[in-house]
């Protein structure tokens, strides 16, 4: 059994000009390559297996992100399940200039964990330590039960 901080990952990034659009806006890929490599890691450090990706949810685009800001990508586990878990994912930015960070977007991925031959293996509980944790935990059986509803999770 594991916590929820045992795994917490915190990655940080600046946008260069490479990751924009046109008008200077970081290109939703690049912000989600970073939050699935964030993700990634903490599934690795809950389940101390190889972990992919396998599905993302509600990926919120709630601010733009800019040319220069510094960006900071929080990922938790929310729930363990068999041999998935649920990692919840936070992103905050801010300019050089400013110390207010903005939540600029939020996400949902599920990991599976692989053993040696590549086939899904069973993890470790996660044990919620505070409220919030137990909200997210909870909350975190009725988002896999809307995602096996999935027409294409359930197509075999
Ligand atoms: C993810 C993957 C390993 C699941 O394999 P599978 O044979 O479908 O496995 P199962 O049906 O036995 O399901 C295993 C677990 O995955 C979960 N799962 C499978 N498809 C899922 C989906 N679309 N969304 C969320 N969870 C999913 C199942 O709910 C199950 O969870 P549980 O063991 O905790 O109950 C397989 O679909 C795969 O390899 N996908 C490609 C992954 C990839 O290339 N990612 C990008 C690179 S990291």
Request: with cysteine.
């Amino acid at each position: 059994m594991k916590k929820t901080e045992d795994s917490n990952v915190i990655l940080t990034e600046i946008v260069f000009p490479n990751d924009t659009n046109p008008i200077g806006i970081l290109h939703g890929g690049k912000l989600i390559q970073w939050m699935d490599t964030a993700s990634a890691i903490c599934s690795q450090l809950h389940s101390n297996k190889i972990c992919v990706t396998a599905s993302i949810d509600n990926v919120v685009f709630k601010k733009p992100i800019l040319l220069g800001d510094i960006v900071t990508i929080k990922a938790k586990v929310t729930r363990a399940f068999n041999t998935s878990m649920e990692i919840f994912v936070e992103v905050l930015s801010k300019k050089i200039d400013d110390n207010t960070p903005l939540v600029t977007n939020t996400a949902y991925f599920t990991f599976v964990a692989l053993d040696k031959d590549g086939k899904p293996s069973p993890i470790q509980e996660l044990i919620p330590s505070n409220d919030i944790e137990k909200e997210e935990y909870e909350r975190a059986l009725l988002r896999r039960e809307r995602r096996k509803d999935d027409i294409y999770h359930k197509k075999k």
